[in-house]
């Protein structure tokens, strides 16, 4: 069993719906958690970080933590067709530096 | 554009070839990491230099050689590689080595073995 699970999508929404991007981990060692959004042909981009239970916005990007549930989730209010990309959850471990990813929801949002 | 410089963008080299990706950032981060990434992949770690010394290293085939010649370059040498190693290479940087300082990427090197 993977330790971070992530819907691979495809996820396909109309210009201007809310996007919900969800992953699930198994280890209550996970502490930081970051959201990537990754274009194509590019590096992945550093959207979202957090470590504490609760929702974190950015203008039309809101984290949110559940630690007792092991549930994290990224929403994207009023998507644009911009939006599309591939999006990955990535979280880190208390004691550790390595990143570990979820596999990428690829979204695309359709004017 | 990111902070994350990386040269080439694309590079195409034959199985016999010697090259070598570079990586640069100017952000004053001491965490420099090499991944490799391939297509509908998330990308997977290969080496962590921290204050420019090895830190981590994935169990990286030999003919991936890493580098680090100062606090804002990252150099991966490439000697005799495989097709199977035809990948996007992406570099990152974080302010330190634990887990709370976010990493920044790179747009990577797109790597094709002939």
């Known amino acids: 069993q993977k330790e971070v699970e992530q819907d691979p999508g495809p996820l396909s929404v109309p210009e201007g719906a809310i996007v919900s991007l969800n992953c699930t981990y198994s280890?209550?060692?996970?502490?930081?958690f970051m959201w990537y959004r990754q274009y194509s042909r590019k590096g992945p981009e550093l959207l979202m970080y957090t470590y504490s239970s609760g929702n974190k916005e950015d203008g039309r990007f809101t984290a949110q933590v559940d630690k007792s549930s092991k549930y994290i989730s990224l929403f994207i209010r009023d998507s644009q067709p911009s939006d599309s990309a591939t999006y990955l959850c990535a979280m880190v471990k208390t004691s550790g530096s390595r990143l570990t990813f979820g596999e990428g929801t690829q979204l695309t949002v359709n004017p | 554009d990111t902070e994350v410089t990386q040269t080439p963008k694309h590079l195409v080299m034959g199985m016999t070839n010697k090259k070598s990706l570079k990586c640069e950032q100017h952000?004053?981060?001491?965490?420099m990491y090499w991944y490799k990434q391939k297509a509908k992949k998330p990308p997977e770690l290969m080496f962590v230099?921290?204050?420019?010394?090895?830190?981590i290293n994935e169990s990286v085939p030999s003919r991936f050689s890493p580098e680090c010649p100062n606090s804002s370059l990252l150099n991966l040498h490439l000697h005799a590689l495989q097709p199977e190693d035809s990948a996007l290479y992406l570099c990152?940087?974080?302010?330190?080595?634990?887990?709370?300082?976010?990493?920044?990427f790179g747009d990577g090197t797109r790597l094709s073995i002939l």
């Open positions: 952000m004053g981060h001491r965490a």
């Open positions: 230099y921290s204050y420019e010394k090895l830190s």
């Open positions: 990152a940087s974080s302010q330190d080595l634990p887990g709370f300082f976010p990493q920044h």
């Open positions: 280890n209550s060692a996970f502490q930081y």
